[in-house]
């Protein structure tokens, strides 16, 4: 496995979203685009019909006669979801995507403040989200949806041709996100068909990527909309739309994917579903032999890892071989127990209001703990570096917001000069690798002016056996972990053993820390975090 630079992959630009879907139909034609269960058969939409299903869908909103209307969308992940996300910013519209978690009255709230005229939600959100929702304009997204395809079919059939008719400016606004974040009101992220495209067209530069992929999260985020739809859509990749969470190791196994976009929870939960398999079986010791030989055989040429674990990979569908996060950082074990087994890793940073990739590693060139190399498209710098090099992530370049909707103070409070001020810590290496070391908000200020990222000791403290989840703060002036106990490993034990195991091995971990950064008390919580859709902890 080379660790070395190599040179970056051509990669034709493409400066639109209209463009993105033109060229998928014309360059790979017949072949699957998306692929999803319905009603429990399999259904594949080539992306020639994914191009017809945009076009008509385009043109029946044009009959509307409501140009540069905002249409908000809501509910799981599906076909029609992208259909009606891409027709939408294709025409000139806005897309509004909205969390379908979000409570009833949030999310009608969001509704409003975007102005948007038309909503898509899924007839299987809960009853009180639809029966507001009913209340505007609306139309659900599988028979609401087929119903407009149709009508666009129509129209085209009878001469409209006003969907070729429109010229997109690449500056233009094409979507607002809402921000989930872990804290504060959300803020409308407006992002441009420019925004987008940059970021899609550079990501390619520095990975590699083949077969299908799954989609797993929660479209209304930026990563995912711009991972599994649009850069598939520009690579030629197929799209597996999983049907649910609880459905996703079935359908790995039928669907067989070769590439994931996920956040650092699943890789958690798949590095643990595989140890708890092997130990049940009783074969710890013999895999951990096999992955020092496999190791060895490696260093001399020698890849046979996935031929010796097979077994695992089978488990995963037989196919993964690559996942690719974003967020926080991978615990080292982590990463190294699944590159031993044969999957490639990489890690990247993004951010909503940069569409939302900023940096990446590579297939063959990465930096464990690091979240990689900036993309072409920006520039990342570090203002105010502290002695450590370490200080504010600041990104300059074509995926920058335009803004947040309506409100200028915001924007100008982190957007001066085209620079996007991002709230999180991190320091650039002399490869140029960014590593972040936490967020600005959640900066602990000791008693003696010290500076504490509680980001740092949470991982230190992730990797404990007895540690599910953890969240680091300041109480009382003390540094404070609260930690949500792992199941298997506090089985049969007490809550006071269970808090004495624990500050046992705080205790350790404070050894190797500089005084000013210890943790000085332990708290055991009976229920998981709050998490936001992406599985964030919710601070």
């Known amino acids: 496995m080379r660790n070395k630079p190599y040179p970056l992959h051509t990669v034709e630009y493409v400066p639109e979203l209209r463009e993105l879907v033109l060229r998928a ?5 017949d072949a699957t685009a998306y692929c999803f269960k319905r009603d429990g058969v399999r259904v594949d ?26 249409v908000a969308v809501m509910g799981e992940n599906s076909y029609e979801w992208v259909v009606v996300c891409l027709a939408t910013m294709n025409v000139g519209d806005v897309i509004v995507p909205i969390d379908k978690e979000c409570p009833p009255a949030d999310a009608m709230t969001l509704i409003r403040r975007a102005g948007a005229t038309l909503v898509a939600y899924s007839d299987r959100l809960d009853e009180g989200v639809r029966a507001l929702l009913a209340e505007t304009e609306s139309i659900t997204l599988q028979t609401g949806v087929a119903a407009m395809i149709d009508e666009g079919n129509k129209a085209i059939e009878a001469g409209d041709t006003s969907f070729d ?9 094409a979507a607002i996100f809402f921000t989930s974040g872990t804290t504060g009101v959300p803020k409308g992220v407006m992002l441009s068909h420019g925004n987008f495209a ?35 859509l520009h690579r030629g990749l197929t799209c597996i739309i999983n049907s649910g969470l609880t459905k996703l190791s079935a359908e790995m196994m039928e669907f067989q994917p070769s590439s994931m976009y996920v956040v650092p929870l699943f890789v958690e939960t798949f590095h643990r579903q595989i140890w708890s398999k092997i130990r049940a079986q009783g074969k710890e010791r013999l895999v951990r ?10 260093r001399v040429g020698i890849d046979v890892r996935r031929r010796v674990f097979k077994d695992i990979i089978d488990g995963l569908g037989g196919r993964l071989s690559l996942m690719i996060t974003g967020g926080a950082p991978i615990d080292f074990g982590i990463l190294h127990d699944l590159r031993a087994f044969g999957l490639t890793m990489i890690n990247g940073y993004g951010i909503t209001e940069c569409a939302p990739i900023v940096t990446e590693n590579r297939n063959y060139y990465f930096r464990d703990g690091s979240a990689g190399l900036a993309l072409d498209c920006n520039k990342v710098t570090i203002a105010h570096p502290d002695a450590d090099g370490v200080g504010e992530i600041c990104v300059q370049g074509d995926n920058v917001m335009l803004g947040y909707y309506e409100d200028p103070e915001a924007t100008a409070a982190v957007l001066k000069d085209g620079v996007f001020a991002t709230g999180d810590l991190g320091r650039i290496d002399a490869d140029g690798f960014l590593y972040i070391t936490g967020r600005l908000k959640n900066l602990i200020i000791t008693s003696n002016g010290e500076n504490v990222s509680a980001e740092e000791l949470e991982q230190l403290l992730g990797p404990l056996p007895l540690v599910a989840e953890v969240i680091v703060s300041q109480r009382n002036g003390a540094i404070t972990a ?8 506090s089985a049969g034990k007490s809550p006071d053993e269970v808090l004495a195991a624990l500050k046992a091995d705080v205790k350790k971990i404070n050894e190797r820390l500089p005084a000013f950064k210890r943790i000085k008390d332990v708290v055991v919580r009976e229920t998981e975090f ?10």
């Open 482 to 489: 609260e930690v949500f106990p792992d199941a298997d490993a």
């Open 530 to 539: 709050a998490k936001t859709t992406t599985r964030k902890i919710k601070r």
């Open 289 to 298: 032999t096999m992955i020092g030989v496999t190791g060895l055989l490696g």
């Open 198 to 232: 940059s970021d899609v067209s550079t990501a390619w530069r520095l990975i590699d990527m083949d077969g299908a992929t799954m989609l797993v999260l929660p479209l209304h985020h930026t990563f995912a909309l711009n991972t599994s739809i649009l850069c598939a």
């Open 45 to 70: 939409i080539s992306f020639k019909q994914f191009e017809r299903d945009v076009r008509a869908f385009g043109t029946a909103l044009l009959r509307r006669g409501r140009p540069g209307e905002k």
């Open 25 to 29: 139909a014309r360059l790979f034609g």
């Open 165 to 173: 008719q429109v010229r997109i400016d690449p500056h233009a606004l």
